[in-house]
């Protein structure tokens, strides 16, 4: 595991995808106490700490997860010994152009010291999700659109989730720029006075979720979130959830890099990194 997570990389992609998963590790609180059967034992307890993870996609759109490592947060110092890792094992910062991530505060001050040239493209999913708290279900549609049937108030409640929810990833989906913008202002102009404050989250830093479209259309459903770790992050949950505290630091990285190693397997990608 060592061996990979320090092997040189030579062919650095132009884009990374970095996100976080947490599990809980039991550590030492440095006393003891005496088992039934008499014998000390160290008292351990459970911490909650971050995998940080770094996904690398080519301009073919091949996506291979390149490194991951520990940490107690998600802060600027975290993001910046994990970049710098990377960077020591061979990545040309010059050449990274994009770095998709959610909402991590730590990140911008991080990419900014150790991949200068990088733009941050925000998880659109991410985005999206945070709108939920915000629906206030003001003047709710009576009767459904499709059928003319009453609805009920929480049947309602419902169909205006879906349609915002709907219609906001269809500004993300658009095909150019220039046409996500058009559906973004259609989205102000429908949604203003019924859901303000959704329309208000939406376009609060809107331009950092649109970042991805300076790349190959082919490539912006990978890369317009941070899906293609979440889909791997859920395995790992899986497998923490059935151990609950893994016993060690150690123990919970070889889970995840045995997942990394089965899912490389499951899409014939052969080395994850590849040495010069």
Not at 13 to 24: K, M
Not at 42 to 56: H, N, Y
Not at 129 to 145: H, K, S
Request: glycine residues 6%.
């Amino acid at each position: 595991m060592e061996a990979w997570r320090t092997r040189p990389i030579s062919d650095t992609p132009p884009i990374l995808i970095v996100d976080g998963v947490w599990g809980q590790v039991l550590h030492p609180t440095g006393t003891t106490f005496l088992d039934q059967s008499g014998h000390a034992r160290r008292q351990m307890r459970g911490q909650d700490q971050v995998i940080l993870t770094v996904m690398g996609v080519w301009p073919s759109g091949r996506h291979q997860i390149l490194h991951y490592q520990l940490a107690a947060a998600e802060d600027t110092a975290a993001w910046s010994n994990l970049l710098a890792a990377l960077i020591e094992r061979g990545i040309d910062a010059s050449a990274v152009q994009l770095l998709v991530s959610d909402g991590s505060s730590g990140l911008p001050a991080a990419l900014a010291t150790t991949l200068p040239h990088a733009t941050q493209q925000r998880c659109v999913v991410h985005k999206i999700r945070g709108l939920e708290r915000a629906f206030c279900y003001r003047n709710l549609t009576t009767t459904d659109p499709r059928t003319q049937e009453p609805l009920t108030h929480e049947a309602a409640r419902r169909l205006r989730r879906q349609q915002l929810t709907t219609e906001a990833h269809a500004i993300f989906e658009a095909p150019t720029h220039a046409e996500a913008e058009a559906r973004l202002a259609q989205f102000r102009l429908t949604w203003g006075t019924r859901e303000p404050e959704v329309v208000r989250l939406l376009s609060k830093d809107v331009d950092a979720c649109l970042t991805f479209y300076q790349c190959d259309q082919s490539l912006h459903a990978l890369i317009r979130s941070t899906n293609l770790l979440e889909r791997f992050f859920r395995e790992f949950r899986a497998k923490a959830d059935e151990i609950g505290s893994f016993p060690n630091e150690m123990s919970c990285l070889v889970v995840f890099h045995l997942i990394g190693i089965r899912d490389d397997a499951k899409h014939d990608r052969g080395q994850t990194a590849k040495t010069r």
